[in-house]
Nanobody, 120 residues
């Protein structure tokens, strides 16, 4: 019932910036928590950043000071601004959104993933 569409990935040189977007669409739902995960080849998926319904943010140590998670409530969209990118940031980035469909209970949905490649 709720669909997530990601965009904004691409190829960038070290030190560059990208902004990822994840838009949720559907009927009669509210967003509880929005998250960004990433998975590099041969590695486990890891949490990059999250933002709660109260606006509290959490970041992985590896991206603190470089990445910023934000949301546009009216557009049901979460963003990840990535600055000072490093080759080790190369991964597929996924949004994961906890939503409540009215009437219903909270559920989690994954985006399709978007590739971020940082060259040195």
């Amino acid at each position: 019932q709720v669909q997530l569409v990601e965009s904004g990935g691409g190829l960038v040189q070290a030190g560059g910036s990208l902004r990822l977007s994840c838009a949720a669409s559907g009927s009669a739902f509210s967003i509880n928590t929005m998250n960004w995960y990433r998975q590099a080849p041969g590695k486990q998926r890891e949490l990059v950043a999250s933002i709660t319904s109260g606006g509290r943010t959490v970041y992985a140590d590896s991206v603190k000071g470089r990445f910023t998670i934000s949301r546009d409530v009216a557009k049901n969209t979460v963003y990840l601004q990535m600055n000072s990118l490093k080759p080790e940031d190369t991964a597929v980035y996924y949004c994961y959104v906890i939503i409540t469909v009215v009437p219903g209970r909270p559920q989690g949905d994954w985006g399709q993933g978007t590739q971020v490649t940082v060259s040195s």
